[in-house]
């Protein structure tokens, strides 16, 4: 399969990954996050799908794994769903709870504009808590390749602080 096909097929099929994801449980962003490394997965093996009879029953139960993996692991709290309800008991102002909100908004929109292999890694490394081994193999990549792809993301983001911060 080539890359135009599989753009072609892509997006049905992150569609039915999503679908999968949220009727096993997923809340919307973790269905988004399955939804992400099942198109990722299926990127690195498009040349030997072709021996699936069907690409979508194996997006559902790519998907489907994924979510009971979730799920055993138990609940991590991602870092794009910090709420001020996770802060400790202390009484926080309307005013300091809207500039929060807006702060965890502003966050969560620059994280997801990282470029997709950095968003991944990070995704892999800070939310699902995976080694750096798991994540090179699950990317094709190296080790060292995926360390500096964490590096280059939290200096991203630090950078966008800085910015937002007039640091």
Request: charged share 30%; aromatic share 4%; net charge positive.
């Amino acid at each position: 399969m080539d890359e135009r096909e599989f753009e072609q097929l892509a997006a049905g099929l992150r569609k039915k990954a999503i679908t999968t994801c949220l009727s096993c449980g997923a809340d919307s962003m973790q269905a988004e996050d399955v939804a992400q490394d099942v198109l990722l997965r299926l990127w690195q093996m498009r040349d030997n799908l072709d021996r699936y009879r069907s690409i979508e029953a194996l997006v559902v139960v790519m998907a489907r794994n994924s979510v009971v993996s979730l799920h055993r692991k138990g609940h991590s709290v991602p870092i794009m769903s910090v709420s001020n309800k996770e802060l400790p008991s202390q009484i926080i102002s309307p005013d300091e709870s809207l500039i929060s909100s807006q702060e965890v908004a502003w966050l969560n929109d620059t994280i997801r504009r990282l470029p997709s292999t950095q968003y991944a890694v990070l995704h892999m490394r800070q939310v699902e808590r995976r080694s750096f081994d798991e994540i090179a193999r699950r990317l094709g990549i190296e080790s060292s390749t995926a360390r500096s792809l964490l590096s280059r993301a939290r200096i991203k983001l630090l950078d966008e602080i800085k910015k937002r911060n007039n640091l």
